[in-house]
């Protein structure tokens, strides 16, 4: 057995070292240490006392009704209105509602001016110098639509005019005369039809447009169906009348120019019967 007497130099490197040389101490306390086994907690306790494969996790915890009547959401309350939403339904009585009430209602928007034809004048090719001569007997009257109204096609226009006439063997003719039907100015005044017809004596007048059909006829219906009946003025019953389409269509439909060329055809068999 080891000697339980240690000389100090002996002593203080175990003290030095943390170490308690527990069998120097009286018999009693010894017995005491002994005796007494080191208090564990009851977690660690446990834990060594189970295996680690035997662990069980604890049970959850159910929330007494208590506390489940205080986590119960409470019902969903509507919102206030926003301030717009309660303007708009305001009642009829509040001065917001009379305002509006009493307010103007919108402006209509007025109707088209009324179309009206500008004096006859003989036919002028756009390239000429000079007015052609005036005719003793006139044979036909174009009325045409506003080509003042196309900006900057309206010489284009005009020179696709030339051309139908000169397809109808009629370029230059002093037996051609022509006007423009077009929306009047406020307070100005139109040529009647009769002035026209009185002034030129035509054979058979022909309306290039929509607009100069209206305007001769006074009728109101689509193009297609006036280019596909016959027309007599009621004030000039000897006087056919031929519906065809503008030159102004006519630049952006080429497809149309052959049943342009169709009734100017028909327009020179009427003049020449």
Known sequence: MLALSLDSRRLAMLKAMGTDAWWLKPPAAVAELAAAPEA???AVQAAVASPAGA???PPPMQPQASERAQARPSPAKPLPPAPSARAAHAPASSPAARQRASAPAPAVVPALAPLG???ASPWLRPDALAAAPAASSPSYLLVVDDLSALGQEQ????RLLHNMLHAMGLAQSPAVWWSQARRLAQGEQATPIEALLSQCQPR?????GRDAAQ????DERPLGVLRRTEHRMAHAPTVPVVVTYSPAYLLRAAHAKRGAWED????????AA
């Not at 010489?155 to 005009?158: D, G, K, P, R, V």
């Not at 305007?215 to 006074?218: D, N, P, R, T």
């Not at 100017?264 to 003049?271: D, S």
Request: proline content about 3%; hydrophobic content about 65%; cysteine-free.
């Open 117 to 119: 034809l500008l004096a």
């Open 215 to 218: 305007a001769v006829l006074g």
């Open 155 to 158: 010489e284009t226009a005009q």
């Open 204 to 208: 058979v007048l022909i309306a290039l």
């Open 264 to 271: 100017l055809q028909r327009a020179l068999q009427l003049a």
């Open 40 to 42: 564990k907690p009851a």
């Open 55 to 57: 662990r069980q996790a």
